[in-house]
């Protein structure tokens, strides 16, 4: 997750091709925004989120988000029930990010800007009118793409659920090296699905969030990584058995979700670079796992995700841009080359073992791989 907000993700803001969708209005590389011949535009400062206008027709829509304030910022498309449609996240002072997001159905929507990445952000009522045909109703390559990267989450799910029981168990019997040992293989799954887990609001600050993370009022410190302090920092608590069953049954929530979920094309597409935003952002700093140091678990898992999302489109990227293929290719094996020689046995060093020059070569090898994952969306809507 980002350092500072455990909020959802991305798979959920993931859409498809104007081009390919019959019926629907396209702002992706086009750009048609609210049918005006250009992107949704976002003027995001620390006090204000200013947008272009607060409706537009059901279809592929881009927001062209610009932060003119002094602190990082994010922006969101919720549906209701805070349920994400679309983010992007660590827009810097001065720079602008594009957020491409498929509204097949017409309702109310809400916009976020997030100033310094927390809190409930500065919110709007957004409009989409009418309705739109789906991108995978239109085009069999994108819909193959999509039941593909599905049946790979099924199968990340299906291991995340044992494989976090195993370690809830070894945490209640006080078996505390064996938990240990489970904790960065457990959460090896979850990683490697995080855009997916994350788009369910409510859930993944349960059981992802950190302990610095705001909270509503009332709303206690649990998941993974309350488990990761009680075995590495303060020992288990009276309370670690009734945290390890909560973690247990917001997993198997998680894997119910996960068996009707829809997911689009753009979706997988953001999906990939915010698995790399996270890798840059949390994994890279140590922010993530600051009690075990496990981050490069966490770090590959990440990228096997977004490589997997990535291959699912390959059919669509080599059929719209030959060209960008083969560097997704070269980077990805750069990454993952780097990545073995930091294995020890089945895991890999702690983030304590690194030297300043491990972690700067780490974000260059990630910087050169977002970004030809960053022009995945607009490919696969061209």
Known sequence: MSPVTR???????????????????????????????????????????????AQAPAGTLTFRITNAGSKVTEFYLYATGDRIMGEVENIGPGLSRDLIVEVPDGGTYTTACKPGMSGDGIRAPFSV?????????????????TAGYK???????????PKTQEF??????????????LFPVARTYWERIEPVAESFGDIDPRIDGREDDER?????????????????VTGLQPDSAAIADRLTADITDLAARTRTVELTPVQLANGAKELLDEVAT???TGEEDRYSHTDLWDFAANVEGSRAAVAALRPTIDANDPALGPVLDQRFEAVETLLQGYRVGDGYRLYTQLTPADTRAMTAAVDALSEPVSKVAGTVTA
Not at 168 to 181: F, L, M, P, R, Y
């Open 129 to 145: 009118t009418g309705s739109a045909q789906r991108a995978t109703d239109a085009n069999a390559q994108l819909a193959a793409a």
């Open 7 to 53: 909020t959802a993700a991305g798979l959920a803001s993931l859409t498809v091709a104007a081009a390919l969708l019959a019926g629907c209005t396209s702002t992706a590389p086009t750009a048609q925004g609210a049918g005006d011949g250009g992107p949704i535009t976002v003027n995001a400062t620390d006090t204000a989120c200013e947008i272009s206008t």
């Open 151 to 161: 049946r790979y989450v099924d199968s990340q799910v299906g291991a995340l659920v």
């Open 282 to 284: 949390g994994k890279i």
């Open 216 to 232: 509503d009022p009332g709303v206690g410190f649990t998941g993974y990584h309350r488990l990761e302090k009680d075995l590495w």
């Open 168 to 181: 809830a168990d070894a945490v209640k019997a006080g078996e505390v090296e064996k938990a240990k040992a």
